[in-house]
């Protein structure tokens, strides 16, 4: 549909424009291609792949002199080592998988090596999403503080000042089942550990807007070391904040970690599920789902996410200075703006360099992004960009000629920021000015 409303628009300009990305661009470091070339360092992941499509990605080539590759275990089903070095297959499950294998060299020395696959799945509802908590129920029917390590579940619909705190989380392993029912007001767990927790199946509003940075409809701040999940997931967020020059979250979650137990296939936030806006005026930019701080891995999937009509400044998922982020499987909506104070973004990696392990993968996802940008990447390591499907990206205004769909780098930082950057099998398709890739040059500024 968005196809052929530019059809009938720009029908000079459009002409059934769809672009696939797959062209290199030898800027800065920064990678435009599928394959990696030869390197001396070894990888600790490929790129992720989509349950039940076919799945094909040679390790061999970061080694070339290495041979004999052999599986020694494997938790991906569907996914097997070619003796060439080349993980191939059909996956059927959707996780974070770990494969182990070993090769030989022409000498007869042996080297093992660790890699982590993450499998999506189809975009949608996601399937079932945890285990049941077998604790005793906590009937809850008003709003009120929540004590540490117990299963809560809320008995009817509870309402407070939408701008006020309905449920205070005060510790870790709180899970708080909503059971269908909504609450009006904030669910806020801040300066605790945060290990753990578990909001679920309802609804949550707000309405409330600030400069502060840490706050939203569902607002969560730690320092703790990550040794459980947080997971948040079949909710339906909505953040109704219209307040000019305020900044309106949905969901906020600030973890500056120290060192944690969790592997990296287990996410110390995971996102799934989530129907989640924003209204969203002049002022701060506002993100929708937004996870900030250090030392924690985030994996955000399944999630539809849209900013209403007139919105400025949506930001649809936001990583920004984690050590690591999956976002795969959501539907993000970018809605066209009678102003651009500040441009949209669908997804945002930013801050992503602490280390040089540091990494960000967005695949599998649909982005329709109107006047936005649907991808930025900016000061981050290791972010691979592939197997997204972006539609209706265009540029009304001509002072902001610089949006593209895929926007690298800083006009003051620069590309020399980004490390590692690969963008590739990517569908994109574009109306009368968009642009499919700019990357900015702190020295040239262009």
């Not at 651009?340 to 996802?365: H, S, Y």
């Amino acid at each position: 549909m968005i196809a052929s409303r530019f059809r009938k628009v720009f029908p000079s300009c459009f002409s059934g424009l769809v672009l696939f990305l797959s062209f290199s661009l030898l800027c800065c470091a920064v990678r435009l291609n599928a394959a990696p070339s030869a390197t001396k360092s070894m990888p600790w992941r490929l790129p992720g792949g989509v349950a039940g499509q076919p799945y094909s990605q040679s390790v061999a080539t970061y080694q070339p002199n290495w041979k004999k590759w052999t599986l020694l275990s494997s938790s991906a089903p569907g996914l097997e080592l070619e003796s060439s070095g080349t993980v191939a297959g059909t996956p059927t499950t959707e996780g974070m998988y770990r494969l182990v294998m070993a090769a030989t060299d022409s000498r007869g020395r042996q080297m093992h090596l660790n890699i982590v696959i993450a499998i999506s799945s189809q975009i949608g509802p996601p399937g079932p999403a945890h285990a049941t908590d077998h604790r005793p129920v906590v009937p809850v029917s008003s709003c009120r503080a929540l004590d540490a390590d117990k299963f809560y579940q809320l008995q009817q619909d509870v309402s407070t000042n939408q701008n006020a705190v309905c449920f205070r989380i005060a510790g870790p392993d709180v899970h708080l089942d909503l059971h269908g029912h909504a609450v009006q007001g904030r669910i806020s767990a801040k300066a605790i550990d945060v290990n753990g927790i578990e909001i679920d199946d309802g609804t949550v509003t707000c309405n409330f807007g600030d400069s502060d940075t840490d706050h939203g409809c569902i607002e969560l701040t730690s320092e703790a070391s990550p040794e459980k999940t947080v997971f948040l997931h079949d909710l339906n967020i909505k953040q109704l904040s219209t307040v000019s020059d305020n900044a309106a979250r949905a969901l906020h979650i600030d973890w500056t970690a120290r060192s944690g137990s969790l592997p990296v296939t287990t996410p110390a936030v995971r996102l799934s599920g989530l129907t989640a806006s924003v209204s969203a005026s002049k002022g701060h930019r506002s993100p929708v789902l937004g996870v900030q701080g250090s030392g924690i891995t985030v994996e955000v999937d399944h999630n539809q996410i849209s900013c209403p009509a007139g919105s400025n400044a949506c930001q649809g998922i936001v990583c920004y200075g984690v050590h690591g982020c999956w976002v795969h499987a959501n539907r993000i909506v970018l809605a066209p703006s009678d102003h651009i104070e500040e441009t949209a973004r669908a997804i945002l990696f930013d801050q992503m360099k602490q280390t040089p392990t540091a990494f960000g993968e967005a695949w599998n996802n649909i982005i329709v992004a109107n006047e936005g940008r649907a991808i930025r990447i900016r000061s981050a390591f290791n972010v691979w960009v592939h197997d997204n499907r972006i539609l209706s990206v265009d540029n009304q205004n001509e002072s902001q000629s610089y949006v593209g769909a895929i926007h690298l780098g800083d006009p003051d930082s620069g590309v020399d920021d980004l490390k590692d950057t690969r963008i590739f099998r990517n569908t994109i398709e574009l109306g009368q000015r968009g642009v499919v890739v700019f990357a900015r040059d702190r020295k040239s500024g262009g």
